[in-house]
């Protein structure tokens, strides 16, 4: 979970919107190199906070489809959060160090972005919004403004709507599906 400022992003959609997974995989078609050797997929957060649940949901879904070949790191059943996230990072990159990680968290911002999905190229820095000092992780991130920042991060993360965290958990592994499925296509 990171706090973010929205003006400083290359993609920017609400999950809602009209043609949203067909929009969102475009992006990333034209910005995750599927032709790379190796490409992995860290979905950060926890099953333990409703509103950090984001990536943990991307991770299962896109794990459990037969036709997403890529590794996912970060699932409900196995977790990747501030414990065990140095350590998954350091073991992927030890097997192949130019590995392509597309980073997926949750993030708070203001009111009126909830529900936004926000992606640009660089890493993301998990935990920032509840004030912990994590490695900055992935060549691309996606974030999903699950709730607002500002005050009690981690009450408002407890708070937040778990179905807001899964419908736009929805749309992001729909989105990448669709992207590599698209990539094999050409």
Excluded at 69 to 81: A, K, N, S
Excluded at 108 to 122: E, F, P, T, V
Excluded at 127 to 132: F, Q
């Amino acid at each position: 979970m990171q706090s973010t400022l929205l003006n400083d992003y290359e993609f920017r959609m609400h999950h809602k919107d009209l043609g949203a997974v067909w929009k969102l995989s475009t992006y990333l078609l034209e910005n995750i190199p599927f032709e790379k050797e190796a490409i992995s997929f860290f979905c950060i957060g926890t099953d333990r906070s409703t509103g950090d649940a984001l990536g943990p949901l991307t991770g299962s879904l896109l794990s459990e489809s037969i036709l997403f070949p890529f590794p996912v790191i970060g699932t409900l059943e196995d977790p990747l959060h501030a414990l065990n996230l140095q350590q998954r990072l350091d073991d992927t990159l030890t097997i192949n160090p130019s590995t392509y990680i597309v980073a997926i968290d949750a993030c708070l911002g203001k009111s009126d972005s909830i529900g936004d999905l926000l992606i640009q190229s660089g890493p993301l820095y998990p935990g920032k919004a509840v004030g912990k000092d994590l490695p900055p992780i992935g060549d691309i991130s996606i974030k999903g403004v699950v709730n607002v920042a500002g005050f009690m991060e981690q009450a408002v993360l407890q708070s937040t709507r778990l179905h807001l965290s899964f419908e736009m958990s929805r749309v992001i592994s729909r989105a990448l599906q669709l992207s590599y499925s698209r990539f094999q296509n050409k």
